[in-house]
């Protein structure tokens, strides 16, 4: 009984195993039917490759028919057997720059084998344009950018002759730090185009040749500098952009003039203080912006002075004095001239005109308000700033009184005189007299004012007359001018040259107390008065009058 309960067990779980293994064995064979490398997979890759493997054979005869022998073929003669082979049905359907061939049905991609056939990309070298940013002089990195409106190929650059290549960015451009030619052309993966090439020309990071500073000329309130120089010789790596200009500084650099650089490397700084010390330095720029500066030169301003102005007297009145003023600088700069008057040589002075010229110009200066007949000291004062200077000497002039300044035409000389030029007494023996200028009142009795001038005077009859007022008779005391007779009546009267009083005494005849010399009237400066343009013969004891 157990050995049948046994039996059974046994029958059972073999027919489990059998089962499992029947269940095992037919998923491995729907795997290999139906799976990845499965036999339906490798029999359609079977049938794939031998069709590829046909159409291969095909185009390889295409080229050897093409071919002819040893006859050139060119891509074109290829095609055309291609299509008379029924590989294809157009031409198009063969890439001319990859060589690839899409065949008819059934349809397969074949490659490799018109490698050798192919055309090269299009000529970058017409259909490119390069853009260089900036495209002037610079000291920093620029950016190429290429363009092109060639599609379907790879655009590339080479930046050492075309050894290495590198694809085209066109967001980022080729950034470049020195001066290159850069190459580009088009890839096909199998050809490649004509080249085209940029110049990058404008990187120029070298800066100009060293200099120094030349003062050509230093004043008072300005120095004159000079410093040129050329730029740093052209490179492999860098150009030679050219100066710009140049910048200057009096302290140092601290400050630099004017605000643009100028081309001239000469250059005046102006407004400066007198005797002050400055530190020149000029800096130069090239047209790339690169810069060279010179080392401090320091230079001291002239001390600031005046030559003494050049005074000449002009004329006078009785109450004003007329000089002429000129004073060279060579500042060129706005003079106060101020003319000063004393009656005392040592002062004090007083200041009387003041005007204000630019040095080199001549100016007159009148003293007014002067005392008549007054003896006066004068000088011109210059000022320009903190400045002054003065005339080296004074001069010294009398005003006019108010008596005559003109003389009569003599009468009734019988020694005779010479009628123009230089006048003077030849030999005189006549009385001198003159014709009356004025109205004579006879009922006038003695002693009387004189009509014409009011002074107080003794008339001696109508032969006489003053030349001045016009009254007729012998005047004593007339401060105008008189006529004398035979004996000199007057004892004090005026020059009309200088202002000047004479006294005359008939012994010593025309004693002249002021000492000066010509064109005087009864003013005796010596004893002997034969010389020129007097009025009075020294000779003549009578005092005789000559015009």
Avoid at 342 to 351: D, E, H, I, L
Wanted: with cysteine.
């Amino acid at each position: 009984m157990n050995k049948r309960n046994n039996e059974k067990g046994i029958t059972l779980i073999a027919l489990v195993i059998t089962i499992v293994v029947l269940l095992i064995m037919a998923g491995f064979s729907v795997s290999v039917m139906v799976g990845d490398n499965s036999v339906i997979d490798q029999a359609k890759n079977s049938k794939e490759e031998m069709e590829i493997a046909q159409w291969e054979e095909k185009i390889n005869q295409a080229i050897i028919e093409a071919e002819g022998g040893n006859r050139d073929v060119i891509l074109d003669d290829i095609i055309g057997e291609l299509i008379d082979k029924g590989v294809i049905e157009d031409p198009d359907d063969v890439d001319r720059y990859t060589g690839t061939v899409t065949t008819k049905e059934p349809e397969h991609i074949i490659e490799g084998l018109l490698d050798d056939y192919v055309d090269a990309p299009p000529s970058l070298a017409e259909n490119v344009k390069f853009t260089i940013t900036p495209n002037t002089p610079t000291n920093k990195p620029v950016v190429l950018k290429i363009e092109t409106g060639i599609e379907g190929f790879t655009l590339q650059y080479s930046l050492d002759d075309g050894e290495n290549w590198e694809d085209y960015d066109e967001a980022k451009g080729i950034t470049l730090e020195h001066n290159d030619v850069v190459f580009a052309r088009l890839w096909s993966g199998l050809r490649e185009s004509e080249y085209a090439t940029a110049n990058v020309e404008n990187i120029d990071r070298l800066p100009p040749n060293s200099f120094s500073v030349t003062v050509s000329e230093v004043g008072i309130n300005e120095i004159t500098v000079t410093g040129g120089t050329v730029d740093a010789e052209k490179t492999d790596e860098d150009a030679c952009s050219g100066i710009n200009g140049y910048y200057f500084s009096n302290d140092g650099g601290v400050t630099w003039e004017p605000s643009v650089p100028q081309k001239d490397p000469n250059y005046t700084f102006e407004g400066l203080e007198p005797d002050t010390n400055y530190d020149i330095v000029i800096k130069a720029e090239d047209n790339a912006g690169n810069e060279v500066e010179t080392v401090k030169k320091p230079q001291k301003t002239e001390p600031d002075k005046l030559d003494p102005p050049t005074m000449t007297f002009k004329s006078k009145t009785t109450s004003s004095i007329t000089v002429d003023a000129v004073v060279q600088d060579k500042a060129g700069r706005d003079i106060t001239y101020t003319l000063y008057v004393s009656t005392n040589k040592n002062g004090p002075y007083t200041a009387k005109a003041s005007t204000t010229k630019v040095a080199g110009t001549k100016v007159t200066l009148t003293a007014s308000g002067l005392n008549m007949y007054t003896n006066y000291y004068y000088y011109v004062g210059i000022q320009s700033g903190k400045v002054t200077a003065e005339t080296t000497s004074k001069g010294n002039v009398r005003t006019y009184c108010s008596g005559r300044t003109n003389a009569c035409t003599p009468k009734h000389c019988s020694g005779g005189y010479t009628s123009s030029g230089t006048r003077s007494c030849s030999t005189c023996g006549g009385d001198g007299r003159r014709s009356c200028t004025g109205t004579i009142d006879s009922t006038i009795t003695w002693p009387k004012n004189c009509p014409g001038c009011g002074e107080f005077g003794t008339c001696g009859g109508p032969e006489w007359s003053c030349d001045t007022c016009g009254a007729s008779g012998s005047h004593m005391y007339c401060r105008c001018g008189y006529s004398s007779g035979s004996e000199p009546y007057h004892n004090t009267i005026s020059c009309s040259t200088c202002g000047g009083e004479g006294k005359v005494s008939y012994s010593t005849r025309y004693d002249c107390t002021h000492g000066y010399y010509s064109s005087h009237y009864y003013c005796q400066h010596s004893n002997n008065r034969s010389s020129s343009t007097h009025y009075y013969c020294a000779h003549s004891q009578s005092g005789v009058q000559h015009d």
